[in-house]
């Protein structure tokens, strides 16, 4: 499970990075930042959008493969 986890946050760690670092987003005030606040602004959106690509079923390569005593 360890292993799984480094490697699911390696690949999916600067998943649709727009380029730009958290302070241009917090002095811009950009829409990223409005959505996921001024602290870790970044690292929130990289969040949410792992979980959005893994709530697309042909991508959740996690589902139904582990119970509750492996986690």
């Known amino acids: ?3 799984l986890s480094l490697i699911v ?3 999916c760690h600067d998943v649709q990075h727009d380029g730009f670092n958290n302070r241009y987003h917090v002095v ?3 829409p990223i930042c409005q959505m996921y606040g ?3 602004v970044q690292e929130n959106f ?3 959008q792992t979980v959005k690509l893994l709530d ?3 991508y959740d390569f996690l ?3 582990f119970s509750r ?3």
């Open 1 to 3: 499970m360890d292993t």
């Open 9 to 11: 946050a390696a690949l």
């Open 28 to 30: 811009t005030k950009s």
């Open 38 to 40: 001024e602290e870790h």
């Open 46 to 48: 990289h969040a949410a």
């Open 56 to 58: 697309i079923s042909e």
């Open 63 to 65: 589902s139904g493969k």
């Open 69 to 71: 005593k492996d986690i």
